[in-house]
């Protein structure tokens, strides 16, 4: 079995200038795009976006965690959280209603797996449990991205996903799971057509993998 180990190319923060050009040619594609300093900046600012008594959907994210997003979201009582009901249910029994829920709530929030200077985001999952919301059944998406992800171009986003995002996720589902991670689906957001639906808020520091 083959054993993956994650770069260090791809945890280094992106320059200044290289947030600015991913921001540029996000609002050109038509995201909404914020640059922030940091995950505290990101929390406060996502309970800012997020009304209340909204149904919301957080993907799986170890932004989100790490960041405190998530149990804002799914343990505040102030949002109608989508992913705490969609746990408790039995998935042989209410699978449809499962796959309604987390398509299309209120808001969608989460991360990708990296951004492109030419205004790309980058979605790679095992499940695609979160990739109908995000591409267009959520009402309105956030996703909140660390520097490290921000990379030159489509191809090296792939090369990210395939050396540092998958075996960090590897280690995290090994421990969590027993099993290893795997891209099954791989989603890419290349515009958003309608306005103020996407909204990427770019971090100056590093978080997440």
């Known amino acids: 079995m083959t054993t993956f180990v994650p770069t260090t190319t791809f945890a280094r923060p992106a320059s200044a200038r290289s947030l600015e050009r991913a921001a540029e040619s996000l609002t050109a594609h038509g995201f909404v795009v914020e640059i922030l300093d940091d995950a505290a900046a990101a929390r406060a600012r996502v309970a800012e976006l997020v009304p209340e008594g909204a149904s ?22 102030r949002h109608d959280a989508v992913k705490p009901r969609v746990l408790a249910m039995d998935r042989a029994t209410s699978a449809d209603e499962i ?49 490290q992800k921000v990379v030159p171009d489509l191809s090296t986003a792939l090369r990210r996903v395939e050396e540092h995002a998958l075996p960090l996720e590897s280690v995290r ?19 958003e057509y309608q306005p103020g639906r996407g909204t990427v808020l770019l971090l100056r520091e590093a978080i997440g993998f």
């Open 56 to 77: 919301v959907f957080t993907g799986a994210s170890e932004t989100l965690r790490l960041s405190g997003i998530q149990d804002d979201l799914n343990a505040s009582g």
């Open 99 to 147: 796959r309604r829920l987390t398509a299309s709530p209120d808001v969608v929030v989460g991360s990708v797996a990296a951004v492109t200077e030419t205004g790309s985001l980058v979605v790679a999952s095992g499940s695609g449990s979160q990739l109908p919301a995000y591409a267009g059944g959520a009402a309105r998406a956030i996703w909140v991205v660390g520097a």
């Open 173 to 191: 589902t090994q421990a969590a799971y027993g099993v290893p991670s795997a891209v099954n689906r791989l989603l890419v957001l290349n515009a």
